[in-house]
Structures are given as C-alpha cells and as structure tokens.
C-alpha cells in the first residue's frame, strides 16, 4: 500500500520559497496569484495492507523524521 | 576539559575545530564517528559544521537519528558541555535537544561572509572570557540560518537569559523589528546586521544549565592571526581553561 505523506510549513511560518515563486510567476504575467507555499511530497511504498495501520504508521514516520513539527505539518493519504 | 568532536558523513569544518581546540588547550581532541556510542571520558561534545547527510530531507535531519545522537542526548542530560557550531547547531535543533529550527535564509542565499555577535551573557563556561555586550567578528557559511522559534519559546528564552549571542552591527547595536521579506541590504550597519533574518537577531542559544550552546556563525574561522582575527579564540581558551 502507497502512503503519501505532503509536508507543508505551518501558516505563520515564512515561507521565501513560496514568495520567491510568487513573484516568479507575476513577472510571467500570471498576476491573479495571491499567495504561494512551497512544500514537499514524500511517497512510501509500504508492506502493511490494512489502511488504518498503514496510515497510523506513515503518520509515526512523519512525527519522528518526515517532518519537523516545530515548523511544518504533514498530511497523510494513502493510495491503492 | 576533555573533547571530543562528532564527524558525519558530509561534515567538513571538523579539522578546523580540532585546530581551535588543540591550539587553546594543547591536547587533541578525539574524533567521534557518527556510528560509535561510546562518549566515556568526555566533558564536552563538539558537533562541528558541514553538511551531515548533504542536508538531505532537512539540514541535520539525518544526523539527528544518527547511532551517536542517543550518547549525545544522555550526554546532556548528565550535565555534560556540548557545543554545536552551523550544522552542529542544526542537528541539535533537529534532536531537540536545543529548540526551534533553522529556517531558510530570508533572502533564500547561501551567505558566505563575516558577521558581528554580540555576547549576550558573560557568565558561561562559553563566554567567560569575553565582555558582556562585547561584540566579536565571527564567520557566516550557511544557507539555512533563520533562526525561528514561536514567540512563547522567543520569550521563553529571552526570559531566562537563555539567548547566547545576537547578530549585531559591529558596534553592538542589534535590528529591531521584522527583517524584511528577501532581506536586501539596505546600507545600515545595524539594520544589516541580521542577514539571514533570524527571529529577535539570535545567533546562538543556550539550554536551561547553560551547558549546550548553539550557534549559526563559525568561531573557530577566526583563532589565528594568520586567518585574519582572533575574534573566535576566547571561547576556545575558556573551554580550555573550564
């Protein structure tokens, strides 16, 4: 089972990345775009098959190394 | 004191630490791989600069779950000394055994150049040997030196004394306010002074018993008079002399 785990920083926390390609894309003429983050996606490819075992053990793996939950936040989703 | 100093793969300024520590203290100090456990006879833990892991995942991510790490938390908390320098200071942010993180630089740079800390308290194993309020030149080489913290840890730190060392003009005054998004120079000494945009201007941060310090900018660049200063030696002297 696929578990995708999208790290994000937390809102508060400044982002330069995310501002630096919003100001990219006004100088490409995309001037309808308020704001952007800039994040992470990590893909595990896991041996556990029952859905709520493997989203509780992806969750674990981004508490203790994924992400770091002084500045990000992560989400899990599990796929096939 | 005795030293040792932590080497993993992808850390580079550890020959540069041990040439500051042998040169105050006249012995060399052990080197740590990052696999051993085994810190016994050690007073103090130098995790030097670099890129652990090449920064993979987050600067000192990897380093943080490294063999060695556990040693160095039961280090620690027996009241150990530990200094971490750049990368050092990351890793032991990421261990949590300091707090808050280490942001990307504001103006998104890696920033290789001189800076200005000023000594915020005097009264350290670390800092015994400088003025408090005295500033010192001091080496940048990083690309991820933001320091954040949320404001209650801020205050926290602020409360308890537990800020090392600040960016500041070389004069000692130090930016106040939000740095600006992006972070261009503006041609002030002190609003310049903070370049990597670190949250309150702080280089460098102790835990509660003084013991761990932490800091972005690289001390051991500046011990020699051949390297220009030797703006970095008193803390390497008082480490010696403790």
Known sequence: ?80 | MKAGIVVFPGINRERDMAIALEQSSGAKPRMIWHQETDLSGLDLVVIPGGFSFGDYLRCGAMAAQSPVMASIRAHADRGGYILGVCNGFQILTEAGILPGALLRNAALRFLSMDCHLRVERSDTVFTARYQKGQTFRAVMAHGDGNYFADDATLDRLEGQGLVALRYASPQGNIPLGNIPLGNIPQGDVTKDANRNGSARSIAGIYTPNLRVLGLMPHPEDLVDPLMGSTDGKPLFDALAAA
């Open chain 1, 1 to 80: 089972m696929k578990a995708i785990v999208t790290v994000m920083l937390k809102s508060g926390v400044l982002d330069p990345q995310g501002k630096a390609i919003a100001h990219a894309l006004g100088t490409l003429g995309f001037t309808s775009v308020n704001d952007v983050r800039a994040g992470k996606i990590i893909e595990l490819d896991l041996a556990e098959t029952d859905p709520d075992k493997a989203r509780a053990m992806a969750e674990d793996m981004a508490r203790k190394l994924l992400a770091n939950t002084v500045i990000e936040s992560f989400r899990v989703s599990l796929d096939g």
